[in-house]
């Protein structure tokens, strides 16, 4: 089982980016999916993107144009950037390792989450 | 945009059986997988697949589909199941995830 840990800032300015940093330990980055999950407060759980092994990823359609989640084998780590941010974007963020079934087309999941990190966007 | 429903909250008393639902046009071809999540807490995958128990899931717990609703039984509900419990899926093409609303269980 992997270890994630979130690590950023805590406050952004509205219209600001926010990044976030996922640090893995216990595997390697590489070998594994990724994705990135948020809850604002007191409300349920959206999903952000998702990253294969190969760098391809797949983005929530109603965040894709401001949203870019990549990875950094180098730091084993993997990152997200969210653009222009508001205050519907305050929320604990969560980073997560996918786990994909053999299914056509792929059904995937999450088996291993972070402890969450609260990034509230106010001036 | 797809959607997952959950009834936003069920109310059971120690020992009963609790079902969650979760409906979803496209649950009759994608699978769910269950989260149960606890205040201040990361949440915790339950079930996969519809009806597989993740690691360390009780057995009190089960997961059953049909057609477009799947359902997460929980048979002789303890105190510590009290939570918030999740539903997530994929669209028809299983490319964009969809997480339902949840539904808070307490166990009274």
């Known amino acids: 089982q992997v270890q994630l840990q979130e690590s950023g800032p805590g406050l952004v300015k509205p219209s600001e980016t926010l990044s976030l940093t996922c640090t893995v330990s216990?595997?390697?980055?590489?070998?594994?999916?990724w994705s990135w999950i948020r809850q604002p407060p007191g409300k349920g759980l959206e999903w952000i993107a998702y990253?294969?092994?190969?760098?391809?990823?797949n983005y929530n359609p109603s965040l894709k144009s401001r949203v870019t989640m990549s990875v950094d084998m180098s730091k084993n780590q993997f990152s997200l950037k969210m653009t222009s941010v508001t205050g519907v974007d305050t929320a604990v963020y969560f980073c997560?390792?996918?786990?994909?079934?053999?299914?056509?087309?792929?059904?995937?999941?999450?088996?291993?989450w972070g402890q969450g990190t609260l990034v509230t966007v106010s001036s | 945009s797809y959607e997952l429903r959950q009834p936003p909250s069920l109310s059971v008393s120690p020992g009963q059986t609790a079902r969650l639902t979760c409906s979803g046009d496209?649950?009759?071809?994608?699978?769910v997988y269950w989260y149960q999540q606890k205040p201040g807490q990361a949440p915790v995958l339950i079930m996969y697949?519809?009806?597989e128990r993740a690691s360390g899931t009780p057995e009190r717990f089960s997961g059953s589909s049909s057609g477009t609703t799947v359902t997460l039984t929980i048979t002789g509900v303890q105190a510590e199941d009290e939570a918030d419990y999740y539903c997530?899926?994929?669209?028809?093409?299983?490319?964009?995830?969809?997480f339902g609303g949840g539904t808070k269980m307490t166990v009274l």
């Open positions: 997530q899926s994929g669209d028809n093409s299983g490319t964009y995830w969809v």
């Open positions: 496209a649950l009759a071809k994608e699978y």
């Open positions: 997560a390792r996918v786990a994909w079934l053999g299914t056509s087309p792929p059904s995937g999941y999450i088996d291993d």
């Open positions: 697949k519809d009806s």
């Open positions: 990253i294969y092994s190969n760098g391809s990823t």
């Open positions: 216990g595997g390697t980055v590489s070998s594994f999916h």
